[in-house]
């Protein structure tokens, strides 16, 4: 993913945490009401800490997009987020053309000039982080001592709320 700078310091954070990230999972309330999630590549977080995504403009997800939250996960390096938001649809080709990778071609056989891409633009409230970076022995350890002393080792865990105020 491509990561523009962040002069909010929450949204350093969330940039920091997420930028080596490359699948995350869209959660939405479809119109049963039932939550459906959706594994889905990030593109690029912008300037403004909007996360974009290429997206077929038919897919039932469209019109559900509000809320909507977003989470990625790293075993590998004991890294865990899910961020709330909401997305909306954005058909703006130019915008469409930059962000264009040859990755996206499977799905849109006629590249940026494919008639259902859209992206669909994520826009963060608040997230929730837990960061353990030690190795996975360390991380298995503190487990271990967890369950020995009856309360959690673990690395770092908090809350980023000032996501949205660059808005």
């Known amino acids: 993913m491509k990561t523009q700078a962040q002069t909010n310091p929450e949204l350093i954070q969330l940039c920091r945490i997420i930028e080596d990230m490359t699948i995350g999972m869209i959660t939405s309330v479809d119109a049963r009401g039932a939550l459906v999630s959706r594994p889905m590549a990030p593109l690029e977080m ?7 995504f290429f997206t077929d403009i038919s897919s039932g997800k469209v019109g559900h997009l509000n809320p909507a939250n977003l989470s990625f996960t790293n075993e590998s390096r ?26 996206a071609k499977p799905w849109f056989p006629e590249g940026p000039e494919s008639t259902n891409l859209a992206l669909l633009k994520f826009i963060p409230n608040t997230a929730e982080y837990w960061d353990a970076p030690h190795n996975k022995m360390v991380r298995m350890f503190a487990m271990a001592a967890s369950v020995v002393i009856g309360k959690p080792l673990w690395g770092e865990h908090g809350t980023l709320t000032e996501l949205a105020s660059t808005f």
């Open 46 to 52: 912008d300037s403004s800490g909007i996360i974009w």
């Open 78 to 103: 004991g890294t865990y987020i899910s961020i709330s938001g909401i997305g909306e649809i954005n058909t703006d080709r130019a915008h469409i053309e930059r962000l264009w990778t040859a990755f």
